[in-house]
């Protein structure tokens, strides 16, 4: 697909200056630094979670293990998300942020030191899970905020896109990481390594020029009003109302890899450690492939979300279907692209339709059925796969997630025209 020009752009432009557009938000210096910050401490979150996912297999060897540290994790972001939307838009997000990475450090290092002392059980994880999740809970709506008012308002869906490239770009790099380290160093070092990468999120704070952070203004609204406002704000606009359904199916019975993938490499492929790291990699590529194309994507439209959604769906259901190692990685790219193509899409409606004083309440809710409403699917495809098998899991997940994009392209067919989701010209 060719991309569309901004206004002023010129098709007679060099090659090297239209592909240097599609990262044109890092001009901002606060947001370059921000950006590189997020990449590093995303890269040792994937080396974390990968590290994680092997030591639960070795301590347990279960599918439902597997299932309920996701479900630990994410229900924190399914209870407090909204509520923490609701933070995003009171408090000043700069000092937020810098409270919650240090705790997510914290927890990092205590997550280490049980494994490197070699007392670690399974209830510990359980444990240190739920509480990443409070914490993650309170800190992405604000990060989704803060983001995206680090630069000016025309930058902002390249600002989305390039945010993708941080998540995806450290999908490929932390997996492969950790599948070659974890052999010689252990599960602990990647733990340690994880929570070393906090630090150049906390030094691009402290390095940022402070007067040109935008202070949020001060609510004096009762929080339970302002949490409902959020609601009916989505509950009356159908363009966000349509991406709020496709999120929430897709969120809770398709996009659940930290319980996919273990369950894919221990008991479908039973992979060795750098070939698990390998699965994540390419789903990493995959989805880092679809990031940058959308960095120079100039239109995001409902029938784009709705299409990336059907062909994720499908992806899955094949994924479901093989035991073959080099089809499942050629698949895994697929679904990455597929899934970072409806992501970015849904998000950047969000972030260019939503109004500055809303869009942390509207980001927490977009987080809460995407994230938060993984311990409905983790323990899903944790017991249907103790039960039945985890190719049927996949499966099953495969279907509801069609059932999903179903309702929503009915939705979006019972909006008056004149109402109708028409899509954004970045």
């Known amino acids: 697909m060719r991309p569309s020009l901004r206004k002023g752009e010129s098709a007679s432009q060099p090659t090297h200056v239209r592909l240097l557009s599609g990262f044109r938000a890092l001009r901002v210096r606060n947001y370059r630094l921000y950006w590189t910050g997020q990449f590093v401490s995303m890269t040792g979150s994937w080396v974390q979670m990968t590290a994680q996912a092997l030591l639960v297999l070795r301590l347990t060897n279960s599918p439902l293990a597997i299932g309920l540290v996701a479900s630990f994790q994410f229900l924190p972001v399914l209870l407090l998300s909204l509520f923490g939307g609701v933070i995003a838009d009171r408090v000043p997000r700069y000092?937020?942020?810098?409270?919650?990475?240090?705790?997510a450090m914290i927890l990092a290092t205590i997550f280490g030191t049980l494994v490197g002392m070699g007392v670690?059980?399974?209830?510990?994880?359980y444990l240190l899970a739920l509480l990443q999740g409070i914490v993650n809970a309170l800190d992405t709506p604000v990060r989704a905020a803060f983001a995206v008012e680090l630069v000016g308002r025309e930058d902002r869906p390249n600002a989305v896109a390039l945010n993708s490239i941080v998540f995806n770009g450290s999908r490929i790099i932390g997996p492969a990481m950790a599948g070659l380290l974890i052999g010689p160093l252990g599960i602990a070092a990647m733990l340690y390594l994880n929570a070393a990468s906090f630090l150049a999120v906390l030094v691009g704070l402290l390095r940022m020029d402070k007067g040109q952070i935008v202070?949020?203004?001060?609510?004096?609204?009762?929080?339970?009003?302002?949490?409902?406002?959020?609601?009916?704000?989505?509950?009356r606009t159908p363009e966000i109302l349509l991406v709020m359904i496709l999120v929430g199916a897709i969120g809770t019975f398709g996009y659940n890899f930290s319980v996919t993938l273990p369950l894919i490499g221990g008991f479908i492929l039973h992979t060795n450690?750098?070939?698990?790291?390998?699965?994540?990699?390419?789903?990493?590529?995959?989805s880092l492939t679809a990031a940058i194309t959308n960095a120079y994507i100039g239109k995001f439209t409902s029938r784009r979300i709705i299409i990336a959604a059907v062909a994720f769906s499908v992806l899955l259901g094949a994924v479901a279907a093989t035991n073959n190692f080099i089809v499942s990685i050629a698949l895994l790219f697929a679904l990455g692209f597929a899934g970072?193509?409806?992501?970015?899409?849904?998000?950047?409606?969000?972030?260019?339709?939503?109004?500055?004083?809303?869009?942390?309440?509207?980001?927490?809710?977009?987080?809460?059925?995407?994230?938060?409403?993984?311990?409905?699917?983790?323990?899903?495809?944790?017991g249907v796969a103790s039960l039945f098998g985890v190719?049927?899991?996949?499966?099953?997940?495969?279907?509801?997630?069609?059932?999903?994009?179903?309702?929503?392209?009915?939705?979006?067919?019972?909006?008056?025209?004149e109402s109708a989701p028409l899509g954004h010209q970045v």
Do not use: K
């Not at 000092?95 to 705790?103: A, D, E, G, N, W």
């Not at 450690?273 to 995959?286: C, K, M, Q, V």
């Open 120 to 125: 670690i059980q399974i209830w510990h994880v």
């Open 340 to 382: 970072i193509s409806f992501t970015t899409a849904a998000n950047t409606v969000i972030q260019l339709r939503v109004p500055d004083d809303l869009r942390g309440r509207v980001s927490s809710l977009y987080f809460m059925l995407f994230a938060g409403s993984t311990p409905i699917g983790g323990l899903l495809i944790g």
């Open 215 to 235: 202070q949020v203004p001060h609510q004096s609204t009762r929080v339970l009003s302002q949490l409902r406002e959020g609601l009916a704000y989505t509950w």
């Open 391 to 417: 190719p049927n899991a996949l499966l099953i997940c495969a279907v509801l997630c069609l059932l999903g994009v179903g309702v929503a392209m009915l939705y979006q067919r019972s909006i008056p025209r």
């Open 95 to 103: 000092r937020m942020i810098l409270l919650t990475q240090t705790l």
């Open 273 to 286: 450690p750098a070939s698990y790291g390998a699965l994540g990699a390419f789903l990493g590529l995959g």
